[in-house]
């Protein structure tokens, strides 16, 4: 399991990290259902892009956090990630955090995109729905879990990017 920094400030409970990672996978499998309903590959290749932005998020952000390999991790991730990656010490954590994120964008921003294009050529119910499920999810419940429930009480919180999106 490597370096575990046990003396983290907290331990999140099993049931927050469920509830932290319940809405980001349901985007990833709704985003994956509509671009399944445009074009099998599209669909396919998105499902990949996840996974590839989600393990890049666990080589390049999560090893230069406080909440690396501890139980303080509001998702679980610090977790995982120390499983395969070394802890990356002395360096900014806001800039690295604001220089990678950007590789998770297109998982939110592909499915609506080629969805309102879809229904610019053709109206279609079921992507229409699809769509408004993903909206729902990725748009809100995402941002107001890792907000309000997973980060609520993190002692990182004043030095974390993206709940403080204001500070330079
Ligand atoms: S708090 Fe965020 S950056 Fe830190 S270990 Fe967890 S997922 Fe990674």
């Given at each position: 399991m490597g370096n575990k920094n046990l003396h983290c400030q907290r331990v999140v409970p099993f049931w927050l990290l469920l509830l932290d990672n319940l809405p980001t996978v349901s985007m990833f499998f709704l985003g994956t259902a509509i671009l399944i309903r445009v074009t099998l590959w599209l669909g396919i290749g998105y499902l990949f892009y996840a996974g590839f932005a989600i393990a890049w998020f666990w080589a390049h952000i999560c090893p230069h956090?406080?909440?690396?390999?501890?139980?303080?991790?509001p998702c679980g991730y610090g977790h995982i990630s120390s499983l395969f990656f070394k802890k990356k010490n002395g360096t900014n954590f806001r800039r690295i955090f604001r220089k990678n994120?950007?590789?998770?964008f297109p998982c939110w921003f592909i499915p609506p995109v080629v969805t309102i294009y879809v229904l610019l050529q053709q109206f279609d119910r079921a992507l229409f729905v699809l769509m408004i499920l993903f909206s729902i999810t990725a748009f809100l419940l995402v941002p107001y879990v890792s907000k309000f429930?997973?980060?609520?009480?993190?002692?990182?919180r004043s030095n974390c990017p993206w709940i403080n999106k204001e500070k330079k």
């Amino acid at each position: 399991m490597g370096n575990k920094n046990l003396h983290c400030q907290r331990v999140v409970p099993f049931w927050l990290l469920l509830l932290d990672n319940l809405p980001t996978v349901s985007m990833f499998f709704l985003g994956t259902a509509i671009l399944i309903r445009v074009t099998l590959w599209l669909g396919i290749g998105y499902l990949f892009y996840a996974g590839f932005a989600i393990a890049w998020f666990w080589a390049h952000i999560c090893p230069h956090c406080h909440h690396f390999a501890t139980f303080g991790c509001p998702c679980g991730y610090g977790h995982i990630s120390s499983l395969f990656f070394k802890k990356k010490n002395g360096t900014n954590f806001r800039r690295i955090f604001r220089k990678n994120i950007v590789v998770l964008f297109p998982c939110w921003f592909i499915p609506p995109v080629v969805t309102i294009y879809v229904l610019l050529q053709q109206f279609d119910r079921a992507l229409f729905v699809l769509m408004i499920l993903f909206s729902i999810t990725a748009f809100l419940l995402v941002p107001y879990v890792s907000k309000f429930v997973g980060c609520k009480n993190c002692a990182s919180r004043s030095n974390c990017p993206w709940i403080n999106k204001e500070k330079k």
